[in-house]
């Protein structure tokens, strides 16, 4: 199997930074861009609004966005991925989302320019409410969808290059309810730009629930498989595998010991010095097979 390219696990460390360097300076270039075109609108129009006025319209806007908007987008994006076997349901889900987000925007950026304004000794109007919140509405439902864009083929690219697993032979997976038994496979298939390979099923050392997909543990590194813990593990020999915590399985095969804890939950040391959860409900099963397995 292939390892890895050096240059992914380099980036890891870097990723959050690099993500929130392109954010911010993504929202700090709209933001002195919109501030510099309006303040020339207004010398154009002969507007009698002091210079600093802008600043404050667009400063407010930038920073709730930053602040509060991207994470929140990040976040529902990451726990309702936009899968087009579901579209008109995510759709609706989306556009319920589209109005929340408009909703804390418009109030918070509201609030900060109230703030803003009496700092400097003057009162600012928002005016018409529904009238403001439609126009508000439409620019945030277009920036809403951009942003979905941008952090979904962001996501698409990484898993890519990361390595995505799948069962050969099969579709997308899906995340409902199993219609039947799942066949038991002995290998995944591992799409990485433009490359694939067979990953078996004894090479798997854990896997652990991420969101809407399950990271295979191979190696040291982890592939994502877009499915459900459960629907996982009932494709996953019951006698090579075992369920220790509600985000986490484990092979067998690479457990060293069990740490039991004061709180009746425990530790699971994996022979690759891999420290796992594992659950109070799941600890004395787990002790049994794994001194069936000794």
């Given at each position: ?20 360097g ?5 929202i700090l ?22 210079s ?13 966005w ?13 726990r ?37 304004y009496?700092?400097?000794g ?6 018409p ?8 509405y439409?620019k945030d439902?277009r ?20 390595g ?6 099969s579709?997308v ?14 290998r ?5 730009l ?17 969101g ?8 040291g ?7 459900t ?5 009932e ?12 985000s ?7 457990v060293?010991?069990?740490?039991p ?13 891999s ?14 097979r794994?001194d069936a397995q000794?």
């Amino acid at each position: 199997m292939p390892n890895q390219p050096l240059s992914y696990q380099r980036y890891l460390p870097w990723k959050p930074w690099v993500e929130a360097g392109l954010w911010t300076a993504l929202i700090l270039a709209n933001f002195l861009g919109n501030s510099l075109t309006t303040l020339i609108d207004l010398r154009r129009l002969g507007a009698g609004s002091a210079s600093w006025e802008p600043v404050v319209w667009e400063g407010s806007s930038a920073l709730v966005w930053l602040l509060v908007l991207v994470p929140g987008v990040a976040w529902f994006t990451g726990r309702f991925p936009f899968y087009w076997h579901r579209l008109w349901r995510r759709l609706a889900l989306y556009a319920v989302a589209s109005v929340v987000l408009c909703l804390v925007h418009v109030l918070a950026m509201v609030g900060l320019r109230e703030l803003a304004y009496a700092a400097m000794g003057a009162d600012y109007d928002f005016g018409p409410w529904p009238r403001g919140l439609a126009y508000e509405y439409l620019k945030d439902a277009r920036d809403f969808a951009a942003m979905v864009v941008l952090m979904e083929g962001y996501r698409f690219l990484m898993r890519r290059w990361q390595g995505e697993a799948s069962l050969p032979g099969s579709g997308v997976e899906d995340d409902g309810p199993a219609a039947g038994p799942a066949p038991r496979p002995e290998r995944f298939l591992v799409r990485k730009l433009g490359r694939e390979f067979l990953v078996a099923i004894d090479e798997i050392e854990w896997l652990q629930a991420s969101g809407n997909y399950v990271n295979l543990r191979v190696r040291g590194r982890d592939y994502p498989l877009r499915s459900t813990l459960a629907r996982v593990e009932e494709q996953l020999d019951p006698g090579r595998f075992a369920r220790i915590h509600r985000s986490h399985v484990v092979a067998l095969s690479q457990v060293a010991s069990i740490e039991p804890l004061d709180s009746g939950d425990a530790r699971v040391h994996l022979k690759d010095g891999s420290v796992l959860p594992c659950s109070r409900r799941y600890r004395q099963a787990l002790r049994e097979r794994f001194d069936a397995q000794g």
